[in-house]
């Protein structure tokens, strides 16, 4: 069976990207599948620069075909923090999602809501040898002062979605996959990605 390699080491994304894709006659496996122990420093300024370093750092070191994504959390109250340091948004280091939740409402404690905020997702799509393709994926909400939902992971449980009463980590996954920012850009990769397999 011909193979994908997902570039990432988030179980999370790995689930959400696999069951995305459970229709095409592809392998999915992730970076922890395979013995590729690399690190890839996110140094973009843009999310599309950051997926596209993973996406071609590990399809050159596995051989493979590789999708990856980069993806963050912008809030209209603190000027489109956290962004691009989503993952890495604390003021401790090894921070937990906990953490990184905790912090984000400490810093929003001062603003009046509601906090308009969304998720963007880009994704890259790349071989060994060529250029990456990128698709973006945009989900609209609001950051919430309470933890809501057991599913999900990173800010997920105080993100409403817009036109919604449900936070993203009230949302079952395959409720998840049809509006999410990641499923979003992970669909507008499909085509492309068979197309890869022809």
């Known amino acids: 069976m011909l193979t994908l390699l997902i570039g990432t080491k988030n179980q999370g994304k790995v689930d959400e990207i696999r069951a995305l894709l459970t229709d095409i006659d592809v392998e999915l496996i992730s970076l922890t599948d395979i013995n590729v122990d690399l690190d890839v420093e996110e140094i973009g300024k843009t999310y599309a620069e950051n997926a ?8 050159q070191a596995s051989g493979m075909i590789t999708l990856a994504d980069d993806s963050g959390l912008e809030v209209d109250a603190l000027d489109g923090a956290p962004g691009l340091y989503s993952a890495r948004y604390s003021s401790r280091p090894n921070a937990t999602d906990a953490d990184r939740r905790g912090y984000l409402l400490e810093n929003l404690a001062e603003y009046p809501r509601p906090w308009g905020a969304r998720f963007i997702c880009v994704v890259a799509l790349a071989t060994p040898e060529g250029e990456p393709h990128f698709y973006e994926g945009i989900c609209p909400g609001e950051i919430i002062p ?3 939902g057991q599913f999900g992971f990173g800010y997920d449980p105080i993100f409403l979605v817009e036109k919604s009463e449900q936070t993203m980590a009230e ?3 395959e ?15 499909r085509d492309s990605i068979l197309e890869l397999f022809v």
């Open 175 to 189: 409720e998840k996959n049809k509006i999410s920012h990641r499923a979003r850009a992970v669909i507008g990769a």
């Open 171 to 173: 949302l079952p996954m």
């Open 52 to 59: 596209a370093l993973k996406a071609k750092a590990y399809a």
């Open 146 to 148: 309470e933890e809501r």
